[in-house]
């Protein structure tokens, strides 16, 4: 087992319930310990007893850096950008208080545009099985031992599945992936990536307000997936993608003038603040 010292706003179950992300669990009958699986690669990390900064970690501490420190974003300052609310900002600055630890992960474009266009109309358990699901059905295996974490077992997870691998996938599949009206969605927005007629590269490029307009060319795709996909993806940090949720927050705490200027450049991250401070709270923060 490894550790590692991790020395800024990083709460493992906050991230884990902040709704960005969809293969980031706590292991069930393991209370502290956290499984997330991105670019083909699984960590499993909990918080060393011995130290509030040290964190035990499954992988080598060179690819915690060369991988999960980027991952988990921790280059970014969300202390300073928590420091740009005021008190009279009263709303945002008590959800900001309470979200202490919610980190705007940097996650694989492609596998956030067709999480969230899976996400659509379904709550998370409900994205988090069907992401799984199709992982299972079209990914690649990951062996995972898990003895260098104390625990006796040894599991297999799958990465998520490349644009080949979904073009790749049967009627089968497709079926036990149960994705309704949704499938039609994916397999337009797999062909054109197989076909190389997109790629992420390409989508990587364009300026915020390129990027937001070709991701709502995607069959499937409207204004709200656009800018999760930005924000979670692409980590255009001043995305900010308004769902029923967020709007009743806007209508309710700002009539619907919130100051956009005033947190640029942060503004999705101001919006996760938001989203994940007045969930928790039950909107009395």
């Not at 990390?45 to 921790?74: A, G, M, P, Q, V």
Request: hydrophobic letters at 35%; one cysteine or more.
């Amino acid at each position: 087992m490894n550790t590692i010292n991790i020395d800024a706003e990083f709460d493992l179950k906050k991230i884990e319930n902040s709704g960005e992300v969809f293969r980031f669990i706590e292991v069930e009958n393991h209370p502290g310990l956290f499984r997330v699986v991105a670019f083909k690669k699984a960590l499993y990390i909990r918080k060393s007893e011995n130290n509030s900064n040290e964190y035990e970690i499954s992988c080598s501490k060179e690819e915690f850096d060369t991988l999960w420190k980027k991952y988990f974003d921790l280059n970014t300052d969300y202390k300073k950008i928590r420091e740009m609310i005021k008190e009279d900002d009263e709303f945002l600055y008590n959800a900001a208080k309470y979200s202490k630890g919610v980190r705007i992960l940097q996650q694989d474009p492609w596998e956030m545009i067709i999480s969230f266009v899976i996400s659509q109309r379904k709550n998370i358990p409900a994205i988090k099985k069907a992401v799984e699901t199709l992982c299972q059905c079209a990914g690649t295996p990951i062996e995972v031992d898990l003895s260098q974490m104390g625990i006796k077992e040894k599991q297999v997870l799958y990465g998520f599945p490349t644009p080949e691998q979904m073009h790749n996938m049967t009627d089968e599949d497709w079926k036990r992936c149960a994705l309704g009206y949704r499938e039609k969605y994916l397999k337009k927005i797999v062909e054109e990536f197989y076909r190389k007629e997109v790629t992420v590269e390409y989508l990587e490029t364009l300026s915020d307000e390129d990027l937001y307009t070709r991701l709502n060319e995607f069959y499937g795709i409207g204004p709200k997936v656009s800018q999760c996909v930005m924000l979670f993806g692409f980590h255009r940090l001043d995305s900010f993608p308004k769902d029923v949720w967020i709007l009743r927050i806007l209508e309710e705490k700002y009539n619907n003038n919130f100051d956009f200027e005033r947190y640029r450049p942060y503004n999705g991250v101001m919006q996760q603040f938001m989203f994940y401070g007045s969930l928790e709270l039950g909107r009395k923060v």
